[in-house]
């Protein structure tokens, strides 16, 4: 979830055989650009906020993505600590200093729309708490490995999300989800090592497959609890999902894992 401003850097740049598999994973997965937008999603928010129960949704989604823009700063600033070389810890930090301007446009966008950002946040904070505990990294490589799935998977989920929203509120999202090279970065790394030492491989596997268990339950439990944000979902407001749709949306999330699982060298 990163910017334009905050381009790959050098050391970082695989070839496009090795990183755009995982890339285009991403952006096929869902392309809201691509949609023909109907109803709410073809309003902008001051006509689409006029629903309440959508406006409630709106601000729970912003304040998930602030939260988890917010956590990925603080777990890339540690994984900076961790970094084997300075050429690695200041790429990580640039990418930390992403993460946060992303967080400070969410907060300033909640403001905007008369939602304190803490408040709006508060109610994910322990669910991003549990699926950190849940899924501490034990080295460097699986630190990158959870950055790069957990990253992955919410961008995915918050694309297509994106796709039923109100246009400006879509535009804002979409900006956030931009890449900083965390990804590209990650793919380097992983497949430089698993090169050197091939069983570090199906350790990493085994590692992603816990992950994207992990990440998805985290995610339908989320929806769950909050019921705004899950009825449209289901397309109780705005043009959501159905559930069938829902089940199709969550396929296509764990299709693009397993490209991204390709493209660094792991079998999903």
Do not use: C
Request: proline share 4%.
């Amino acid at each position: 979830m990163e910017t334009p401003d905050h381009e790959t850097p050098d050391h970082a740049a695989p070839s496009a055989a090795d990183a755009d598999p995982a890339e285009s994973a991403a952006a096929s997965a869902s392309r809201p650009d691509d949609v023909r937008h109907t109803g709410i999603a073809a309003q902008d928010w001051a006509t689409a906020s006029a629903e309440p129960q959508y406006r409630a949704a709106v601000v729970d989604l912003l304040g998930a993505l602030a939260y988890g823009e917010l956590a990925a700063f603080e777990r890339l600033a540690e994984d900076a600590k961790l970094a084997p070389t300075l050429a690695d810890k200041a790429a990580l930090a640039k990418m930390a200093t992403a993460e946060f301007h992303h967080f400070e446009q969410l907060s300033d966008q909640l403001r905007a729309i008369d939602a304190e950002p803490n408040g709006a946040m508060e109610p994910f904070a322990k669910a991003f708490a549990d699926f950190h505990r849940q899924t501490a990294p034990s080295d460097w490589l699986e630190g990158l490995v959870k950055a790069y799935v957990g990253d992955s998977i919410a961008s995915d989920f918050y694309r297509e999300v994106a796709a039923r929203l109100d246009s400006d509120t879509r535009a804002l999202v979409l900006a956030v989800l931009d890449d900083t090279g965390h990804g590209n970065f990650a793919v380097e790394k992983v497949r430089a090592a698993i090169e050197a030492e091939p069983r570090v491989g199906g350790r990493l596997a085994l590692w992603a497959r816990r992950l994207m268990g992990e990440a998805l339950s985290q995610a339908q439990r989320v929806a769950a609890e909050r019921d705004a944000l899950s009825t449209m979902l289901v397309g109780g407001v705005a043009d959501g999902f159905d559930l069938a749709e829902v089940g199709r949306m969550f396929s296509r999330i764990t299709e693009a894992h397993t490209k991204r699982m390709a493209a660094l060298g792991l079998a999903a």
